[in-house]
């Protein structure tokens, strides 16, 4: 039996942020994303949205002896769903689980639920790298609600945080102002 794996779609793309085994470049088919507010947080997290028109790229990769602990507790405000059927990658088949804002504490989306410059880094930086600019653009083309950016890059909240290129730094800020939110 196969080890089970997880789709990221957001700083799970970023390879620095995990060292979880074989990631691949991968479609979810029928999702989107979506900025949403928790009740848990003063702040936007990425989360995913069923949309049978859509597909985003992301990342997959396997979840040793399906220990789920280490990464149930990194993504603590998300829930787990079975989205097998929806991945396409050219790994071997698994059980394939994506996070998504557990539905108990997401809040309806409004602007009092800003977005951290610093996780939106990490989040390009990892489009950037595994997919290049095209894949930053459609990541930012599917991914719906985008609230004011909370501007922590000098003094980054996002435990995860990475420091950009300069071209990286450049990418995100066009993005940003294509979105007038900068």
Known sequence: ????????????????????????PAQLKGWRRTWQGTTAHG?????????PGCEIAGVIARVPGADWVALDAREDVYNRHDVTDAVTH????????????TPDIHTPHTNDHGI???YLD??????????????????????????????????????R?????????????????RLNLL
């Open 122 to 159: 990490v989040v390009v930086q990892g489009y950037h790298q595994m997919f290049g600019v095209d894949g930053v653009a459609a990541f930012f083309d599917t991914t719906d609600a985008w609230a004011p950016i909370i501007e922590d890059r000098d003094a980054p909240q996002y435990p």
């Open 43 to 51: 702040i936007a997290y990425l989360s995913v949205i069923q949309d």
């Open 161 to 177: 945080h990475r420091t950009l290129s300069s071209d990286e730094t450049s990418l995100v800020d066009h993005h940003l102002n």
């Open 116 to 118: 951290l410059r610093s």
């Open 90 to 101: 050219d790994a071997p088949s698994a059980m394939t689980a994506v996070y998504q804002v």
């Open 1 to 24: 039996m196969s080890d089970p794996a997880f789709f990221g779609y957001g700083s799970l793309v970023n390879l620095s942020t995990h060292d979880y085994d074989d990631p691949r």
